[in-house]
């Protein structure tokens, strides 16, 4: 083995971390006997020579090795050096020569070359694979077919021998690698798409085994999705109650009554039902059976790491790949959001545990995507508050934490659990997982004023979650019981260099409640501020001032003082609140006329905020405001056509601003809905941009790869904030 490593120059190529003469060490360490030097040997290959995906020239010398590797049966963990090498390999060029139009010296012409190299490489070894489909590890079983679909030349062979394997493999997750490897080559290879539809087909109706029809069923959404049964919801409802009631499922042991009798075997209370919820005052008692522990230390390597989690999802799980099938089944159906809708409810009323654990998951991704119907699942989501796992409780409240105001068909269920955890409101995280106190969160987001007397508990610890701090605003007028607790708090506050953070969400609490009461605690932190941060610390304490309005006379003083030597930021702030407080423009206009000048088209923002908050008080500013209306950044042209708008009353000139940036940039529409919602009228051309924005199912701010944890609650804002628009100019809206 390894014949000709020896001869390679390895200290003239290259991986990640610089000169690659360390490759042969784990090549060989990938041949070891013992385990652990495999796994050390495997970790160095990803995360040097393999480096999140990239291929160097020290990655292409190493391709006939490992393909020497998965060839020599006496070599342990070939399945995990196939799967290398099919990532290796595997880079999807796209189907064009990616490097037409590029030259030696032009920026990526290196990377692309090496990628078809590799490509090339491994393809041309890609034989070794066919006789693997069917080797005596069952790992390399597992590997092989999708390696074979993703880098073998000729599909058609492929496709016949992973069919004919099919017939003779027995091992449950094997057979499913083999269906999902014919999906991927239906997706490779339009040729051969019908062909492998009508076998998929076939499959779906024709299979005895449960998990293969679930697996021809996500495959074939996947390549085909027009293909499917009307009915697929009930048809893969029906599949999961077969895996669920199928004998050998494995795991933790089942009572004589099935897995719907545990909690009356196991003594505890019904705790899907709200009823029962609402009477809870304690945690139940949960019995060992629910989660037998296994003491061991952290893995050592970046892979052991990796793959811990998946191993502690899939424990006890005899059927812990159905997930998996699910997980591609509604990726595959993306926008068919009612039959999503549905396949996630019947999920969530399963009697199986995991099976509900795994549809609280799967819900993420289809509401933070798709506007919908989702009260019930909302409903069903807080109803697993209540179950005595503590993992399924747990990622019931993460997610809908980030719900908002989606969250309230769970309210009630919310609310239980926080008067169950009494003790244990406060949001924490316990390795990697959402505290129960996400219960709390969820609920104060909502709006619910159940919320209060927890919220009360936790601004009295020593510790407060920002985040609850931030969610106080969420309650509105119902919070009010909370000023005095907030003002002791505040007033407590060390005038230190974590006065920022801390202060923070109590001001903006304050603020939203137009607590006046709270004016020395805000003028206590204004005045006493430190260096560090103080801009910060002084906008926070300004918008609180400019809420109190009339009420907080006394900072008049502090407010004149930052009109002139501060920041742009925290003179804007400070303007905005003298006008409120004493009601007199031409004490703030001139300074703010002249920030609307400005070069920086931040500073000119600010301004133009300030004097849109003014209302008609700011008509002598129209002049500059007109003036921002043509510049070339986007927001600045947004800010300035509301701040037209609300001091003309009238939406003509800033109209075409408003309906350009609308189209421009996404994430302008919650701004100008809400302008034009307070105008209560819609210039004619803006009418149908609301009307489209209303008919569209995917919500408006959703990007690729991220989401943030507000995404859900804007997107619901600005469809509230269309229809109020338009429900002001009388136009019949359904959406």
């Known amino acids: 083995m390894f014949t000709g490593i020896d001869e390679v120059d390895w200290a003239s190529l290259g991986h990640a971390y610089g000169p690659a003469d360390d490759v042969p060490g784990l090549l060989r360490g990938l041949a070891s006997a013992d385990a652990m030097e495999r796994e050390v040997a495997l970790d160095g290959m990803y995360g040097a020579v393999h480096h999140q995906g990239d291929v160097y020239d020290a990655t292409l010398a190493c391709i006939p090795f490992l393909l020497e590797l998965v060839a020599s049966p006496e070599v342990r963990d070939r399945g995990c050096v196939i799967e290398l090498l099919t990532s290796i390999g595997g880079i999807d060029l796209g189907g064009d020569d990616e490097l037409d139009g590029l030259g030696p010296d032009d920026e990526g012409f290196e990377d692309a070359a090496n990628y078809a190299m590799a490509a090339a490489a491994v393809a041309a070894g890609a034989d070794v694979f066919l006789a693997l489909v069917g080797d005596d590890d069952r790992e390399v079983r597992l590997a092989a077919p999708g390696a074979l679909a993703s880098l073998h030349r000729d599909p058609a062979r492929v496709l016949v021998l992973l069919r004919e394997r099919l017939t003779a493999e027995t091992d449950t997750e094997v057979r499913l690698a083999l269906v999902e490897a014919v999906g991927r080559i239906a997706l490779r290879y339009e040729s051969l798409r019908d062909e492998i539809a009508d076998w998929l087909g076939w499959l779906v109706g024709a299979a005895q085994d449960p998990a293969l029809r679930l697996a021809a069923l996500a495959q074939l959404a996947r390549c085909a999705p027009a293909r499917l049964p009307r009915d697929v919801v009930v048809t893969v409802t029906d599949l999961l109650d077969q895996l669920r009631r199928a004998p050998g499922r494995g795991g933790r042991p089942v009572p004589p009554g099935g897995w719907e009798d545990m909690a009356a075997v196991a003594g505890l209370p019904d705790l899907t039902d709200l009823a029962v919820l609402s009477e809870l ?29 998946r191993e502690e999802q899939r424990a006890g799980r005899g059927a812990a790949w159905a997930d998996d099938l699910l997980r591609t089944l509604h990726s595959a159906l993306d926008d068919r959001v009612e039959d999503r809708i549905a396949l996630v409810t019947a999920q969530l009323r399963s009697p199986d545990r995991d099976q509900r654990t795994d549809a609280v998951w799967m819900c993420g991704g289809l509401v933070r995507t798709w506007r919908g119907a989702y009260d019930e699942v909302v409903r069903l989501v807080g109803a697993q508050l209540g179950d005595p796992d503590p993992r399924l409780r747990e990622a019931a409240a993460a997610w809908l934490e980030g719900l908002f105001e989606v969250a309230r068909p769970a309210a009630d269920a919310l609310a239980a659990r926080v008067a169950a955890d009494a003790g244990r409101w406060t949001p924490e995280r316990t390795g990697d997982r959402c505290g129960t106190g996400s219960a709390l969160l969820a609920l104060t987001r909502t709006g619910d004023a159940r919320a209060v007397p927890a919220l009360a508990r936790a601004l009295e610890r020593p510790v407060l979650d920002n985040r609850l701090g931030y969610a106080i605003t969420h309650l509105g007028e119902a919070a009010a019981p909370l000023v005095p607790v907030l003002r002791r708090r505040l007033g407590g506050l060390p005038l230190d ?31 006493g501020a430190p260096a560090f941060r103080r801009e910060w610390v002084a906008e926070s304490s300004l918008r609180a001032l400019a809420a109190f309005g009339p009420a907080a006379g006394e900072a008049v003083g502090d407010l004149r003082a930052l009109l002139d030597g501060c920041s742009v930021a925290v003179t804007a702030s400070a303007a905005r609140a003298l006008w409120a407080v004493e009601g007199e423009a031409g004490a703030v206009l001139p300074r703010l006329r002249g920030l609307l000048l400005a070069p920086d088209a931040a500073h000119r923002r600010e301004a133009a905020r300030v004097v849109g908050a003014m209302g008609r008080a700011g008509g002598a500013a129209v002049p500059e405001l007109r003036a921002c209306l043509g510049a070339p950044e986007v927001w600045l042209r947004v800010d300035a056509a509301l701040a037209l708008c609300r001091v003309t009353g009238d939406s003509g000139e800033a109209a075409p601003v408003m309906v350009g940036a609308w189209k421009e940039n996404r994430h302008t529409r919650v701004d100008i809905a809400g302008c034009l919602a307070e105008l209560g009228h819609v210039p004619a051309q803006a009418a149908p941009l609301l009307r489209a924005e209303l008919s569209r199912a995917r919500r408006h701010n959703v990007s690729d790869g991220t989401s943030g944890e507000h995404d859900v609650h804007h997107d619901e804002k600005l469809l509230a904030l269309c229809r109020r628009a338009l429900g002001h100019s009388g136009e019949e809206n359904t959406a």
């Open 281 to 309: 005052t304690e945690p139940p008692d949960v019995p060992d059976v629910w989660e037998p522990a296994e003491l061991r230390p952290a893995a050592p390597t970046l892979v052991g790491r990796l793959r811990e989690p």
């Open 497 to 527: 260099e974590r006065l920022g953070e801390e202060a923070g969400p109590l001001l903006l609490a304050l603020a939203h409640l137009g607590a006046a009461e709270a004016l020395p605690e805000v003028l206590r932190v204004l005045r």
